[in-house]
């Protein structure tokens, strides 16, 4: 691909070999509603229940990767600061839209995953750092934030030194005299003492005093937790919005390349965008290849695919198994004679008919498991090169059973 740009004009950098995502929108204001891709009956309601008076002290927005809940809640944020806000979005144009541009408004707090140690144990060292990435990838993710640590090996934390500042940010009064906005994101990451810190405040909020939780994984959270918020749930992008979006950020992508990654990623905006920045055909080679290698137990090829895909960068391996997921799904609904619900395109249309016939409910049982649970090995910097190479034995005795 050429020079590729956002749809406000910015122009990204390249992206490396490893994987990490350094190709960042750059925009100020993407937090408004309307700059925010897709979700419009989810923003109508969001809008609508501020200008009725409802708002719940904590709101749990719950989406998948790429769907956008950051954004989201930023913006709800936003029209709930905003000095005069309109009927469908922030006014822009007030002081307290302009501390928004820079996520800087006195009354917004923020608080997220970090690496602890016995230097650091709350959020305040790296508040900077993380309000510019959201402000060039609202998508943000764990991974895009732990790469801009440079902590790949690390985990991403929240203690209880967190939960405490939060509790002393939240006894403060508010700047403009108006609401206070506490936004927590990935509250999944809290341990133990730090959830039952949050819970009690939980429990007793100041008044008019807002939480927006944003996080990806429910079942991570205490219930007790779950049982004092409002759930907001953010779906997955239509493939419509996600085309959109992609045709919007790369000037020569062309529509059909653009469909077919919409359609690949299952509604999450950074995989659409992951593919988009390869060769189009790049993850269906791979993984045909390797599929054929382990088919074949053509034991030297496997190996040389691990030691390929341990050069791709942890995000790499995992966009990966996804991407197999995706081909193992289509190849069942082919084996299942519904073609309709086929959403595979060029080579890949001739391999999930091959592949298809290959499939009974056992082996993609089987298939399905390896894929995943090589997916959350990955997660917990698992050694790729030994993970693929028993992965390559597995799906070979799965396949020749």
């Known amino acids: 691909m050429g020079q590729k740009y956002h749809a406000y004009s910015e122009h990204w950098p390249e992206v490396d070999q490893t994987g990490r995502h350094e190709r960042m929108l750059r925009c100020f204001a993407i937090v408004l509603f309307s700059r925010i891709i897709g979700q419009t009956a989810l923003k109508a309601r969001l809008i609508g229940n501020i200008r009725e008076g409802r708002v719940p002290h904590a709101q749990f927005f719950l989406g998948p990767r790429g769907s956008g809940n950051l954004a989201l809640a930023l913006a709800y944020a936003r029209y709930l600061l905003c000095e005069a806000p309109g009927v469908a979005d922030s006014c822009g144009e007030c002081p307290a839209c302009k501390q928004m541009d820079k996520l800087a408004h006195p009354d917004l707090h923020l608080s997220f995953p970090i690496f602890l140690s016995e230097k650091v144990k709350t959020c305040d060292t790296f508040t900077a750092d993380w309000r510019a990435l959201v402000l060039k990838e609202p998508f943000l993710d764990a991974a895009i934030w732990r790469d801009q640590l440079e902590g790949e090996n690390k985990q991403l934390r929240m203690g209880v030194n967190i939960a405490a500042d939060i509790t002393r940010k939240l006894s403060l009064k508010a700047y403009s005299g108006g609401w206070k906005v506490m936004l927590v994101w990935l509250p999944e990451m809290m341990d133990a003492s730090a959830a039952n810190k949050l819970l009690k405040v939980l429990e007793e909020p100041e008044p008019r005093t807002l939480f927006l939780l944003v996080g990806t994984e429910a079942d991570q959270l205490l219930p007790t937790i779950l049982s004092r918020t409002q759930l907001v749930k953010v779906p997955a992008l239509a493939e419509a919005d996600v085309e959109q979006a992609l045709l919007a950020r790369y000037d020569d ?46 034991v030297h090829e496997a190996a040389e695919f691990s030691e390929h895909f341990a050069k791709m960068g942890r995000e790499r391996q995992k966009s990966l198994m996804r991407y197999g997921l995706h081909l193992i799904r289509m190849s069942l609904l082919q084996a299942e004679r519904v073609p309709q619900l086929v959403r595979a395109v060029g080579q890949e249309q001739d391999f999930v008919q091959k592949f298809g016939a ?8 089987g298939l399905r498991e390896e894929l995943e649970t090589a997916h959350v090995h990955l997660e917990r910097n698992a050694n790729p090169k030994v993970l693929f190479m028993d992965l390559s034995y597995r799906v070979y005795g799965l396949l020749r059973a």
């Open 253 to 298: 992508l062309k529509p059909e390349d653009a469909r077919a990654c919409a359609v690949r990623s299952g509604g999450d905006l950074l995989e659409a965008v992951a593919m988009a920045e390869k060769s189009e055909e790049e993850l269906f080679v791979l993984f045909r290849d390797w599929l054929r290698a382990c088919y074949g137990l053509r």
């Open 358 to 365: 290959l499939l009974n409910e056992r082996r993609v049982a």
